[in-house]
């Protein structure tokens, strides 16, 4: 009974055997994933799948890397996606900021941050937040709205602004990054989230687990970081995966649409 919290399965990396990539996924025990855009198009393609597969729910948004390249009336468009995909829509992401090198002007990308968490707030949607190299920057700017719902994805922070994000209300979500060797600061990081606000991902086609690296990743592989997660946390799988699916529920405010491989009472 897994959930993947974040996986760009609408992405052309998977336009040649998507449904083989959803079938290994349903084979691995994902329930349901979580499929955020990172602009309009493939925001407007997130929700085309999940209108098209139960297991799949969409999020919408400017990813911090996209924003110089997103029309001026984004936000327009954004709100008209949302009105036409409202049952399918979970979350307001994946928004964000990004300091790596070379990526958009840090002015701008604050603006299309702000803009989406205040987009976010007036459809009472949460949050899914990109923050690399950048997550003090990130929890700065949500600590503005009060009583901002979230998750700090693909977390790679240190443990006090893991515990900053948490004090802000906000959940954190892992990646493959946990089982990498040289992840010592992310692991210590997992350990200190309190289990109700943890939250687990692939972040596919990107971050593939231990042993899977150098290749695309997919959902199916979800389960690498389940047991990675759970060896860290010195518990059953299975438990870990049951609270997951929990938090994931409540955050995203997700009922399972539908029924595949005869599976009820969800
Ligand atoms: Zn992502």
């Known amino acids: 009974m897994l959930v993947d919290t974040h996986a760009h399965v609408q992405m052309p990396e998977f336009d040649a055997d998507r449904a083989e990539v959803l079938g290994r996924s349903r084979s691995a025990g994902v329930q ?4 955020p855009g990172v602009d309009l198009a493939s925001s407007t393609r997130a929700e085309e799948l999940a209108r098209q597969e139960p297991d799949v729910a969409a999020a919408i ?3 911090p890397e996209d924003c110089d390249k997103a029309p001026a009336d984004y936000l327009t468009k954004l709100r008209s ?4 995909n409202a049952t399918t829509t979970v979350a307001i992401g994946e928004i964000g900021l990004d300091y790596k090198e070379g990526t958009p002007d840090r002015a701008l990308q604050f603006r299309f941050f702000e803009e989406q968490l205040q987009l976010a707030a007036d459809l009472a949607l949460p949050v899914i937040v990109h923050s690399r190299f950048a997550v003090t920057a990130c929890l700065n700017a949500v600590a503005h709205f009060r009583g901002m719902r979230g998750v700090m994805h693909c977390f790679g922070g240190t443990t006090a ?4 994000a948490v004090a802000l209300g906000l959940h954190v979500s892992f990646t493959g990054n946990i ?3 040289g992840a010592h600061a992310t692991r210590d990081a997992l350990k200190a989230c309190p289990v109700e606000r943890l939250l687990l991902e692939t972040d596919s086609p990107y971050m593939p687990p231990v042993p899977m690296r150098g290749t695309r990743n997919e959902p199916s592989f979800v389960a690498y970081v389940y047991s ?3 060896t860290l ?3 059953d799988v299975t438990d870990v995966a049951c609270r997951i699916h929990e938090t994931a529920r409540g955050l995203f405010n997700h009922h399972e649409r539908g029924n595949h491989a005869g599976e009820e009472n969800l």
Do not use: N
């Open 32 to 35: 349901w994933m979580v499929c």
């Open 61 to 63: 948004g400017v990813h």
């Open 81 to 84: 996606l949302y009105a036409l």
């Open 161 to 164: 602004e893991l515990e900053r």
């Open 179 to 181: 089982t990498y060797p």
């Open 228 to 230: 990675a997660a759970a």
């Open 233 to 235: 946390l010195d518990s």
